[in-house]
């Protein structure tokens, strides 16, 4: 009987009908508070998802700050002997001086390849919340490590 009543302009219809152009007309607009409420269910989606992700890795824990150590402290260990070595460079006469500048860049390079590696680490333990960003950034580091060592071969059709 729907039908025939819109048909015929029933109040009921016609009531019907404001109320389809209403909710069309409010779902034209996205409101502060709907963006508000949408973005705070996101952010309680996500701090959802990392506490579940933490709760079913628990195992790992171990493996992970063992690699976290090891990543780390190699790190370090390249930027303490590349400052050493530089340091040194300045007391020696200008062929053993070179070398060792050589030494210290040749160094600095293989920091500068885990640099991102530990920048993740560092960022996940300590960065938990903003740990997207900071993958996105090291994950750029990475491209750009690998674009600057591969070099086009040289000399055309060899």
Known sequence: MSFWGRLFGSAE????????????????????????????????????????WVK?????NLARRVLAFAIAAAWLSFKFVGVCLSVVALWLDRVDAEKLREAA???GEFSGDMTPAVMLILGFY???PHMGR????????????????TKPPEGGNG
């Open 13 to 52: 219809a016609t009531k019907e009908a404001v109320g389809a152009v209403r909710d069309g007309l409010d779902a034209l607009w996205y409101t502060k508070e709907e963006k508000a409420a949408d973005q705070a269910a996101e952010v309680t989606e996500a701090r959802r998802v990392l506490l579940e």
């Open 56 to 60: 079913n890795s628990q195992g790992q």
């Open 105 to 107: 860049d040749l160094v």
């Open 126 to 128: 300590f960065a938990g």
């Open 134 to 149: 900071i993958a996105e950034a090291a994950l750029v580091r990475f491209g750009d490590r690998n674009s600057k060592t």
